[in-house]
Structure formats: C-alpha cells, structure tokens
C-alpha cells in the first residue's frame, strides 16, 4: 500500500486511478490508505461547480479546463454523477462529454458514483480530492449531480463554489430560491450567446443586492459571468474571478476559514459513515440494530431510545 501512495506521489497516474478505485471500493482499508496520502495535501485549490441540470457544467469545465491548460495548470477533475438507487450503477456521462482532454497527460479526469448519498458528492468525495491534490494538480474541479437545490455540500468541500445558471430553463425565479443558489462565490451564466441570458445576469445581481452580509466590511460580493461553452467567450473573465477569489482568501487568513470548515466536513462525513458501516457490517451490532428496529416497528419502543442504546452499547 505505501508502495502505491509512493508511485502517486512520483506522478503515476495508474497509481492515481488504483488508489481512488480502493477508497471507493473498500472504505475500511481506505482510513488506513489516507493516513499515507494526507500528510501530501494542502497545495491545490479546489472549485467546485455546481447548479441545475441542463446549464452546461461539463462542457463549461472542459472549456475551462482548456484555458488552465494554456497556463500550464494541471488539472484535476472529478464529476459525481447520479446513482440508481434499485443497481447501485451510475451512467458515469459527464466523463464522456470531457473527452477533449482524455490524451492530456495533464488533465485528470475521474467520475465518481453518488452511491447513495444526498447533497451531491459521493462519500469518497474528498478522498478523490485529497489523492489528486498529492497527484500534484494545481487545480481540482469537483462538478456535483446537480439534481436541484440541496446539493450544498461542495460549499464545504471547495475553497471556491461556482454555481452555473442558464437562460431557457423554465424557471424565472431560480435566482431568488433558497439552497444552491446562496453558496455561489462566483455565478457563471453560461449559454451567454442565448436570449435571456440578461434576464438572468439580472436577477443574480438583484439578489446578490438583497443580501444585507454581503454589505458589510471586507465581504466577497460574488461576480456574475456571462460565458459561452461553445464559443468560449468570457472564460478569461470567468478565471480572472477564480483567481480574485483565491487572492481573497489568502488575505487576512480567510484561507483558514476554508480549511477549518473542509476539515469540518470531512470529519462528520467519515463519522457519519463510520456509525453506519459499524451496524451493517454483520456480527453483534448488526443484530442489536435489527433487534432495535423490530422492537420500534411493533411500537414496544421509540427511535430514540434505541438510538441512545445502541450508542451506548
């Protein structure tokens, strides 16, 4: 095992992909993989891209990744897609709308299984990220389901969150609802060139000027960029954001605060996770889980009690 971590952290790409297989596929061998890997992280800055189905998040990363390229970035990408809750399998598509940097030895892309989890990340989410980050890519680009307005939890995976809006989606008032739409530190209206892309520029900036936190002192007032996937006009001005925003967060620690809260994240989801696998994993547990649940379906005892017992026990 630290002869794989060693072959990623000399640049092998095999060793990459391997190692991310493992921490999907065998979460209890993972903990002790990524005692090794984490100790080499910390240099990449991470944006997540987010937003509703429809406005083009693959083929606006792959522009993007197409502008990092000419700056000799090295880019990581990793695309969660949907996974079918009856097979466990995932069309994995995104992947496939990406093929333009497939033979970049620079570029790497990986597409992730939800695997059951909500908020738009899979569980080993930020070990990905974490793998690619001792890879050695400058840059890592998590694009998340995108399902609707709860996938918020690459707030907290990210140091930089992007949400993606476009005209034609039916929906005139999708800037003012709540959940996605007030995690964006960068808002990318792509399909520029469409009618209605005004429209929609214009009611991101109005409820970015309803929003009393972002009045005050030193706050990050998030830009809203016209862009186009299929002409690539405005990607210059969308990276400039990116890097404004990088520079933001290196000022007056506010890059900690990043940190505290992706490290914070992290912790609950392995904790959460590790609670789960520890009454379904077989044995004991697992038959005082079954027993708990029998006992509150027949209404001889309440979750909570058996949440405390179980716990406890």
Not at 190 to 215: H, R, T, W, Y
């Amino acid at each position: 095992m630290k002869g794989l971590v060693q072959r990623l952290l000399d640049g092998d790409r095999r060793a990459a992909a391997r190692l991310i297989t493992r921490v999907e596929n065998d979460r209890s061998r993972a903990f002790e993989l990524m005692k090794e890997v984490y100790p080499h992280t910390g240099e990449a800055h991470i944006f997540g891209i987010t937003g509703p189905p429809g406005v083009g998040k693959s083929t606006l990363i792959e522009s993007l990744t197409t502008k990092l390229r000419e700056k000799d970035q090295r880019v990581g990408i990793i695309a969660v897609d949907p996974t079918s809750p009856f097979t466990g399998g995932a069309l994995l598509g995104d992947r496939l709308r990406m093929n333009t940097h497939s033979d970049d030895r620079k570029v790497f892309i990986r597409s992730m299984g939800t695997r059951g989890r909500l908020g738009g990340l899979s569980w080993a989410t930020p070990e990905a990220i974490q793998i690619l980050d001792a890879f050695g890519c400058d840059t890592i680009i998590v694009e998340t389901v995108g399902a609707g307005q709860a996938e918020v939890d690459i707030m907290r995976a990210a140091h930089t969150s992007i949400v993606v809006e476009a005209p034609g989606l039916g929906d005139d008032i999708q800037a003012i609802k709540a959940g996605v739409m007030e995690i964006g530190e960068i808002f990318a209206v792509n399909k520029g060139d469409k009618e209605g892309a005004d429209s929609v520029v214009f009611q991101i900036e109005a409820m970015l000027d309803l929003n009393p936190a972002l009045k005050e002192d030193g706050a990050w007032r998030p830009p809203v960029v016209r862009v186009s996937s299929f002409d690539g006009s405005g990607m210059d001005d969308l990276i400039s954001s990116m890097n404004d925003h990088r520079a933001y967060l290196q000022q007056e620690g506010r890059i900690m605060e990043k940190e505290m809260s992706m490290a914070r994240q992290d912790l609950m989801m392995l904790m959460q996770e590790a609670v789960s696998c520890r009454f379904y994993e077989g044995g004991e547990e697992e038959d005082a889980f079954e027993a708990a649940v029998e006992r509150i379906a027949i209404r001889g005892s309440d979750p909570y009690t058996e949440l405390e017992g179980l716990l406890s026990g």
